[in-house]
Every structure is written in C-alpha cells, then in structure tokens.
C-alpha cells in the first residue's frame, strides 16, 4: 500500500472510531439511568401488589418499585396531587368527577393528572365489579323506590359514579335521597352489611355474603349504568415530563402485560393469596379471583367514547357540575408496552 492509501485509510479509521464513540455517547445519554429512578405506586388494598410480587412479573425491573397501601380514591388522588406517588389506584370515572369540580378548565395541555393503564375482567352479570344492591329489609323493588332512603358511598371512582347514575336513573337528585358518605369503598360495604344504609353503590365482593344470603339483592350493575368501570392507575402531569419516569413506566407496563397470563394459569396460587391478604372465605376469594382476572384495555375512540357517554349522563342528569372532555385525561402512550389490544366487551 503506498503512503498516500496509508494515510487515507487512518484517517478513515479515525473518523469511523470518533463517530462510533460520538453514536455511542449520544445512545447512552438518551437512555435515562433507571438504576436511580424509583416508581411509588399505590393500590387501595395489599391483595393486587402481592399476587404481582408472586407471579415474578418486575421482580428483575431495573429500577425501584415501592408499593403503597392507600384505601379509597380520595386518598389516591391526595397523594398525586402532591406528588408523594407515581401511580395512583383508582376507578376509571374518578378523573371525570374531579374535572368537573375543577375550579380551572382541563385541557390536552393542561390536565394534572392522566390515567395512563386501565384493567378490568370480561364483562358477565355473574362478576361486576361495581352494583347498586338493597337491603330486603327496605323493600325496594325499582330505582325509583329509593327515594327518602339512607344511600351509602364512597367518594371518587365507579363507587361514586354508580351512585350518581343511579340517582340519575331513578330521576332523582341527592336532596331527594340520605347521602352517606364513607371513606372508603371498604367502610361503605361494612356500613351496609351491618344495616346502616338501605342502599349501597360500590363493588360487589364486599357485600357478597348480604347477597348470598337474601339479606340484599343487586339493583342495578354497571352493565345498568353504562359505565366502563376499569381499574387504573394514574400519573402526574409531572411524571410524563421525567424522562427517567417515562421509560420506568414503560418497562413496568411492559413487564406487567404478562401478570394476566399468570393470572388464569394460576387460579390456586392467586386464591391462596387473595384469602391470606384480604382474610377472606373460599367463596370471596373464587368470587375476586374472577372479577379481577382480564387485562390491559387499549385508550383508543371507543373506550374514550364510553367514558364520554356516561359523563354525559351524569352531566345532563345533573349529578355532576360541568360538562368534561374526558379525552384530555387519558395518556395512551403506554398502549404498546402493555399489549394493551383488549376491548371494552358488549355490555349485552
């Protein structure tokens, strides 16, 4: 090779070498250190956190994960707010309601909190996740008959949307009923268990033994209400802007797509847990084994759609204060990472 080849060729080898390591630099830099990056997430009960801790889905997550116990949407939504979580667990109409009591509009670029994952098992009037039920005692027979009545709740989520739209379907406001207002969807179920409401409006495996018994019968489901009524989590308007946050999240969900697979292929393991967790009989334990089995839900026109409609309900039933876009409060850029392609079912 002569000399001028030579040079030519170091010269290349060069550029070749200080581009390779400028690529490198620039890769490495937009690759936030997850090793330094912790998700707070909450769960408003230790059942959900520990079956994810069994099935091993983020047990090898290159990043921290701190779960919290925090009962009740409203205590959710405090700690959002203030930014002492990343995930907040919730119902899927909690953003709804707390839009439209929002002092200033929420818009696409201007919303404090997103629900960035919703879950729910498939629809099946023997596993709702959200009922309006009755004591027999009060001899309620129609929507309408709970006029005058002590009606039990909880603030936030499907709780408080189901009893919303049940006032909304009964043509009746809540100066027409008794509103008791509990803190949690635990507190509720127990008010109404121990007869101190006539009415409850909230999840269905805490009353479960009032139902089986006769002591109480359903009213109304979500099926009844039009509501959607997923589980979710949901963030900060402060996380999405923390690229360290971001692909933590996207590993997470990603990593979390597989539990629901787990889920059904280990119905004993995850009895087992939910009996130990929750303290609870065989038949609740077969009972929340099922209403919580399904999977990620795609944020896309017609999941957006049905959130839309009941908000609308209760908009022009008068149970909520301002009418709401609810596409400003859903984030779908996690849809991929959580394999999330499974529809809202027919509720026929």
Known sequence: MSLIKSLFAGV??????????????????????????????????????????????????????????????????????????????MGDTSLTIEQSNARTQWTKDATPLRIVAGWRNAHSKDYPPVVTAVRASAQISSVAQIKGHKVGYNYGGYNHSQYLATLVKAGLTEKDVEPIKFADGATSAAGFNADEVDVYAGALGPILPTIRSGAGHILLTDHNTQIPALNVWATTSADLKDPAKVAALQDFFSRMSGYWAWHDAHRADVIGVLKDTLKVSDERAAFEYEVRSGGFVKFDAGLIGEEQTIADILYDGHAIRKKVNVAVEYDPQFNAAQKAVWPVASKK
Request: no cysteine.
């Open 12 to 89: 290349a080898l060069a550029v070749a070498a200080v581009t390779l390591t400028l690529s490198g630099t620039a890769s490495a830099q937009s690759q936030p250190d997850l090793k330094q990056t912790k998700l707070v997430i909450a769960y408003q009960d230790p059942a959900f956190p520990a079956l994810i801790r069994k099935s091993g889905v983020v047990s090898s997550a290159p990043y921290q994960i701190e779960w919290v116990l925090l009962t009740g949407p409203a205590a959710n939504l405090s700690a959002l707010y203030a930014n002492r979580i990343d995930l907040g667990h």
